[in-house]
C-alpha cells in the first residue's frame, strides 16, 4: 500500500509533463523535392557562353530524360579550386551533379530517381537529403 503515492505520483508526472520532442515534432520530408543528385560516367559540357553547365550534355539518353522531368539547371557539386588535383582526380568529383527541376513538374522524385538510376550513363542517383542538427526544435 506504501508504493501506491509512488506509482500514482510518477503517473501524474508522466501524464503532465511536455516533452517537447514530440509535441512539437512537425512531419517532414527527408529530401528536397526540387532537386536531385547524379554522379555520370561522363563529364558534363560547359557553355563557353556562360560558364555554366549546359542542358544539353550530349548524351543522348540524359538529355532525353532532363527534357523529359524539366530540368531547370545542372549544377557541378564540387570544383578543384585550390584542392588536391590528384584526389579531385582519383575520387572523379568532377562528375557530381545537382539537378534543379522547374517548379511545374509535378513528377514524382522517387519515380525520376528509379528512372536516372537505370540508365548506363549514371553511376548513380539519390536524392538531396535535408540533414538537421541534433538542437532543432
Not at 512537425?26 to 549546359?54: C, L, Y
Not at 590528384?86 to 562528375?95: A, D, H, K, P, V
Not at 525520376?112 to 536524392?127: H, K, V, W
Request: proline content about 2%; charged content about 25%.
Amino acid at each position: 500500500m506504501k508504493i501506491f503515492p509512488y506509482i500514482l505520483f510518477f503517473t501524474v508526472l508522466v501524464f503532465f509533463s511536455s516533452d517537447s520532442a514530440t509535441n512539437e515534432f512537425v512531419e517532414k520530408s527527408q529530401f528536397a523535392n526540387d532537386k536531385f543528385i547524379i554522379k555520370s560516367k561522363f563529364d558534363f559540357s560547359v557553355s563557353e557562353a556562360t560558364g555554366n553547365i549546359s542542358l544539353i550534355t550530349g548524351i543522348k539518353s540524359i538529355d532525353e530524360k532532363n527534357q523529359k522531368y524539366r530540368i531547370k539547371k545542372v549544377k557541378q557539386i564540387f570544383r578543384l579550386n585550390n584542392g588536391n588535383p590528384g584526389i579531385y582526380r582519383n575520387l572523379e568529383m568532377s562528375r557530381y551533379y545537382l539537378l534543379y527541376l522547374d517548379s511545374e513538374n509535378k513528377s514524382d522524385i522517387s519515380d525520376m530517381i528509379n528512372d536516372y538510376s537505370a540508365d548506363l550513363n549514371i553511376e548513380f542517383c539519390e536524392p538531396d537529403f535535408i540533414g538537421t542538427s541534433a538542437g532543432e526544435k
